[in-house]
């Protein structure tokens, strides 16, 4: 086994080109190991010493999130907690605050786990990875990323050095926001039972501009709710909501395993589609709702 | 008696502990010390058709690999001599050890494991309690008649263990009632789960061997040993370093036997350290499941005319201590009531799932949890609140329990009081929120224990106890008392503790009796030593001994404040001449008669020593469209007598019902058909959290309890562990509209209790 540390990018993408897996908090590597879900990699490269890709810096398209920003940074963030509050809903509920210090944006999207936190609010938020290898630099939208658990489209050989996220629409009297919620059983060292991420924008009227939705654990991948631009133009009342529940329940396929059961797990991911969309509407509207929505706002009984 | 203790609580083992420079077993190393591991059964019930070590042994770096060939034929048990170190012919749990392996390491360790070639002939696996009871049922232990077992143990092909309760006329007491309300309650098996996961270190110098093990009964440990091994107690000495948390997983006698007898075949030191998954599944100790089938006769106006229940007890493949759970469970299914007519049938039943054995409180939180919240149906059936329900029917002082014991002054109903006024019952609440009442008790366990106190020339004083510290603060409250005594600070004293060959007997950190009685002899060890100390300062000071006092690490004489001598100086005389060394062990306070009631399978259980009581009162809220349940405010009160030590007894209570609500929500063993338990991590075994914590706020209702502890204290540590999710349930049920009958009560059973 090789472990070697790389303190320039050139060095990482280097090492992966010779066939080494990176390795960034190893709070999912590492982890997996120890509990014999998959060996160690017989070639590791930390890449966790490459200060630039922990950069988070807003650009003209939106922002650009280095890939080993940490979930206890992007959970407090201003620009990722006033722009895309969605993400940080996502990350403040990662594990423990040992768990947020050391995991990252870049390991959890990359892990590839239909269970992952970060996942539903970046896909609805229509966000990209940027993977880089000695042979070049391409970007992959996350709904093409992802192809069953623990598995995506990058080459071995690539890095994930950033994850990017258009800026939410600024047409004039809009407004835009994003919320996740999952279900949890405990309120830390949890893992998603379901969970689902919502991107609104809402016209100055109060009728739905967009709505995008996505779901956290009841497919082999995180996966996007489709047919929701029946809601475009409309407000988003009690009926809306209970539909756009009702749509996500249909089009999860859950299993049934030691956390839930398939029919519970159906049920739960509509209540939570129908809670981040309403948060996000929320936000959208202007309202204060505190991260992660989680707390705030009454998931799993946590007012 | 002496002066008042202080309020503050110093932990002689805290800074290492919170430090890190403490040692727990698994941190030990000794020179050429190999690795353990064991094969286990995998497999719930089968025939061995095969087994081949000759493979492992014969691989580079492997030293010894056991089997039941390779030690004493013996059957052991405390209860029912069931169980043998190794698997002989038949494998009934996953958990089962088939063979034992020491090597270089622990990954060669494992090749050895794997290399090792075990057949089964697959028997059918029995998880059902009611079909395992049924006649024609297979039998877990074909040979069962042919078990050693105690006198007092009634048992009948897989029953295990049966207890009854029967006191006045059942029947008649049915027939009198305007209601009759019958419920069952299903309560699945759950962990222990210490945050340490067991180690086992062995060491043998000529034909004496030392074991440092993470045991909370070092005793225990020993005769275990000494039982299996076929050795006196003179040749083997347990030791127990810091131990991370046991909540009784780790009482009983477990590995020091494998890795003693893996020791002498290696001739090397040989470590055992548990994984995590190895700490769910494999030791013969988790928390039983359960079913309660329960009945209760009740007039219009709220009075209970009787009580009839039936009580199935998962005892797993084998009878650890759970031998005496038939009648325990009895007795909290009857619960702390006036009824004039008792019956009650309990069965330990054995499956093919992990042996169950003492957890904090064992019985007791599923008993009541059925029995607590079966009462709140019953007062529901008279229309009454359920709180002045149970103020009507709760025994207090005087009365005469189902068991027939005549209580001395207990604190049932100003328990009741306070639990209900520290979460203000009968506010107005949101209608997502309600509180549900429930309330427990538990005994004392008295039993022998010893103490030496001794003060060395430069006045430093030792307590040497053979008194297990399991984390509850106990042992560490020895000083406390001994300090009283004494006329010192705690922190003068040093302990030694935790090892057989050093200090005198001691039942070990279970049934919550070591403050109860190792107190006891601590006190009378420190009395022998102040009365030297006195005898030693009349001299000095020219006084009679009877008006010396012992006060701030002086010898003063009475009335004259000028006449003093420090503690240490007379140590430094007591040194030249006769030491200062006290023993003590005292007389248990003996078990209170029963009049009235007869048991059958009687182990003991029916008589409360000092019986403790408590009430919980829980505020819960409930997410409705999820059926996800949150703590948000618990009130406890507990009578557990004199509380000597109150910071420590409010970590007791916290961590009790911490528990308590782990229980009643979240913790449950889930099991696939063939018997493998699914969720052997922390991950999908769900312990709650600090995150979880409500507020929780506790009044001891404080009464000087005679035939009791030290000071009129009675026990604590499992008191807190029963009433939890009894209350939890029955604010659940007001909100779903009826009880959700299954333990744990998770999301998804709340959920469906409530779309029924
Ligand atoms: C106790 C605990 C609790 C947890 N709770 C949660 C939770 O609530 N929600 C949740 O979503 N996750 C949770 N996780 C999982 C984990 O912490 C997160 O997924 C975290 O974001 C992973 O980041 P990391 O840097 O530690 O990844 P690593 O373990 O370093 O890497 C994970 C995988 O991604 C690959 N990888 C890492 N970085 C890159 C990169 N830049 N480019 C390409 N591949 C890369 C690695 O090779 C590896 O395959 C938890 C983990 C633990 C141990």
Known sequence: MTFTIATTLDDALAAMAAGARPVAGGSDLVVAARHGKAPLPGSIVAIDRLGDLAQITGTADGVRIGALATHATLMRHPLIVDSYPGLADASALVGSPATRNVGTLGGNVMNSSPAMDTGAPLLALGASVELRSVTGTRIVPLGELWTGPGRNVAAADELCTAVLIPAPATARGTASSSAYVRLEYRRAMEIAVVGAGASITVAADGTVESIAIALTAVAPTIISVTGLDAFVGKPLDVAALAAVGAIASEQASPISDLRASDSYRRHCVGVMARRAAEAAARRAGGELIAIPVNRAFGIGAAR | ?756
Request: net charge negative; glycine share 10%; aromatic share 6%.
């Open chain 2, 1 to 756: 008696m002496p002066a008042a203790t202080t309020p503050r609580f110093v932990r002689a083992d805290g800074p290492d502990k919170v430090t890190g420079s403490g040692r727990y077993t698994a941190d030990l190393t000794l020179t050429g010390m190999l690795a353990a591991k064991f094969r286990y059964a995998e497999i719930a019930h089968g025939r061995i058709t095969r087994l081949d070590v000759s493979a492992a042994r014969a691989m580079p770096g492997v030293f010894a690999v056991l089997t039941a060939d390779d030690v004493p034929d013996v059957r052991f048990g405390p209860f029912v001599q069931d169980r043998t170190l190794f698997a002989r012919d038949v494998v009934r749990y996953e958990g089962e050890v088939v063979a034992a392996v020491a090597a270089v390491n622990a990954t060669v360790a494992q090749l050895a494991v794997d290399a090792i070639v075990v057949e089964y002939e697959p028997l059918p696996v029995i998880t059902d309690l009611e079909a395992a009871l049924a006649g024609d049922s297979l039998l877990v232990h074909d040979g069962w008649a042919g078990y050693g077992a105690g006198d007092p143990v009634v048992r009948d092909r897989n029953d295990a263990s049966f207890s009854s309760i029967t006191k006045g006329d059942v029947d008649a007491g049915l027939a009198e009632a305007d209601h009759v309300v019958s419920s069952r309650y299903v309560a699945d098996g759950c962990h222990a789960a210490p945050i340490e996961p067991r180690a086992v270190l062995a060491q043998w110098e000529g034909n004496k061997v030392t074991i440092w093990t993470s045991t909370q009964v070092p005793f225990d440990a020993r005769a275990g040993v000494c039982e299996t091994l076929e050795m006196p107690a003179s040749r083997v000495r347990i030791i127990v370093p810091h131990l991370g948390g046991g909540f009784g997983g780790k009482c009983g006698f477990h590995y020091e036997a494998h890795i003693a007898a893996l020791a002498r075949a290696a001739k090397r030191p040989v470590r055992l350290v548990f994984s995590r998954r190895e700490e769910f599944f494999a030791p013969d100790r988790r928390r039983e499941g359960m079913i309660i089938d329960v009945q209760t006769g009740v007039r219009s106006d709220g009075t209970i005319t009787a009580r009839k229940a039936w009580i199935a007890i998962d005892n797993g493949a084998y009878t650890t201590d759970a031998g005496f759970f038939s009648q325990l469970a009895a007795m909290h299914v009857s619960g702390p009531y006036k009824i004039p007519n008792v019956h009650i049938d309990a069965h330990l039943v054995y499956t093919n799932l992990q042996p169950s054995g003492s957890v904090r409180a064992p019985t007791a939180p599923q008993a009541c949890w059925a029995l607590e919240s079966h009462t709140d149906e019953v007062a529901k059936a008279v229309g009454m609140d359920p709180v002045a329900f149970r103020k009507l029917n709760a025994v207090d002082t005087g009365d005469i329990g189902p068991s027939g014991q005549t209580y001395g002054e207990i604190g049932v109903q100003r328990c009741i009081d306070e639990a209900t006024a520290l979460v203000d019952y009968g506010q107005a609440l949101p209608d997502d929120e309600a509180i549900g009442v429930a309330i427990g008790w538990w005994p004392s366990f008295s039993v022998p224990s010893g103490a030496y106190l001794k003060i060395d020339g430069d006045g430093s004083a030792q307590i040497i106890t053979g008194a297990q510290e399991c984390g509850t603060g106990a042992v560490m409250t020895l000083r406390q008392l001994a300090a009283d005594e004494l006329g010192m600070n705690a922190e003068d004293f040093e302990l030694v503790y935790q090892d057989t060959s050093v200090a005198p007997y001691d039942m070990g950190a279970t049934g919550s009796q070591t403050l109860f009685n190792n107190g006891r002899a601590v006190v009378a060890a420190a009395g022998q030593v102040a009365e030297q100390l006195r005898s030693l300062a009349a001299e000095f000071l020219e006084a009679a001994p009877a008006d010396i006092v012992l006060a701030d690490g002086h010898a003063h004489v009475a009335g004259s404040p000028t006449s003093t001598v420090s503690i240490a100086e007379l140590a430094g005389i007591a040194a030249g001449s006769e030491l200062l060394i006290g023993h003590g062990s005292g007389t248990p306070p003996a078990a209170p008669p029963l009049a009235g009631s007869s048991c059958v399978g009687d182990l003991g259980m029916a008589a409360f020593v000092a019986p403790q009581f408590s009430c919980h009162a829980v505020r819960v809220r409930l997410d409705r469209d999820t059926g996800v349940v949150r703590v948000m405010e618990v009130g406890t009160a507990h009578d557990s007598g004199t509380i000597i030590n109150e910071m420590g007894a409010l970590g007791q209570v916290e961590g009790g019902v911490m528990m308590g609500i782990g229980q009643a929500l979240t913790e449950g063993a889930q099991y696939d058909a063939d018997g493998h338990q699914r969720n052997t991590g922390l991950l999908e075994y769900k312990l709650q959290t600090c995150a979880d914590s409500p507020v929780i706020r506790t009044h001891f209702v404080q009464i000087v309890t005679p035939d009791a502890g030290p000071r009129g204290a009675k026990g604590l540590a499992e008191a807190p562990n029963v009433a939890t999710a009894a209350a939890i349930s029955n604010a659940i049920a007001k909100l779903v509209g009826q009880p959700v009958r299954q333990l744990p009560m998770t999301a998804e059973r709340v959920w469906k209790a409530m779309q029924s």
